[in-house]
């Protein structure tokens, strides 16, 4: 997992409690309360909605988060916040799970191929443009960003205007 923010300049000061990941950036969402599957849900369709992201958004998305909020229950005594920002500039969604916990997510070895845990963080690594983490004075914050997609944008079918360009 790399530690070091997709954010330019400002990229030291990224997720220490209040900051902002970039001069563009907006804070779309910031959960401090019932973290649970439900208002998870409700969080990724909301901030897909804001940015017209299409479903692979929502998955990525989705799925990056589900993973990160299940390590910070079973590994870190559970979430303390989750942050979404858009980031207009880089066509990103930036998602950071808070937790109590200091220390920093090992990296885990290839499980075994019958493994039933372990590949959480890898799932993060392969379906978000980048990832990381920040440790601070109130624990740390496991972030990724995913590249926003867009539907297509969709005409409404050609049909001729009667009696324009009858002769």
């Known amino acids: 997992m790399a530690s070091s923010p997709p954010a330019p300049e400002s990229s030291g000061a990224l997720l220490d409690l209040d900051a902002e990941p970039e001069p563009d950036a907006e804070l779309i969402a910031n959960v401090t309360a019932h973290i649970d599957a ?7 369709d909301g901030a897909v909605r804001f940015v017209g992201g299409d479903g692979d958004t929502a998955f990525a998305l989705r799925l990056c988060l589900a993973e990160l909020h299940s390590n910070a229950v079973r590994h870190a005594g559970g979430a303390t ?29 290839e499980p075994s191929p019958d493994a039933e845990e372990g590949r959480g963080l890898m799932l993060v690594e392969a379906h978000s443009a980048a990832n990381g983490h920040v440790v601070h004075a109130a624990g740390k914050d496991v972030w990724f960003a995913v590249v926003i997609a867009r539907p297509p944008q969709t005409r409404p079918p050609f049909t001729a205007i009667a009696g324009a360009h009858d002769r």
């Open 81 to 109: 916040r989750v942050r979404v920002w858009s980031l207009p500039v880089t066509n990103r969604l930036l998602v950071a799970v808070g937790d109590k916990c200091r220390s920093a997510p090992p990296r885990c070895a």
């Open 38 to 44: 439900e208002s998870l849900r409700v969080l990724v």
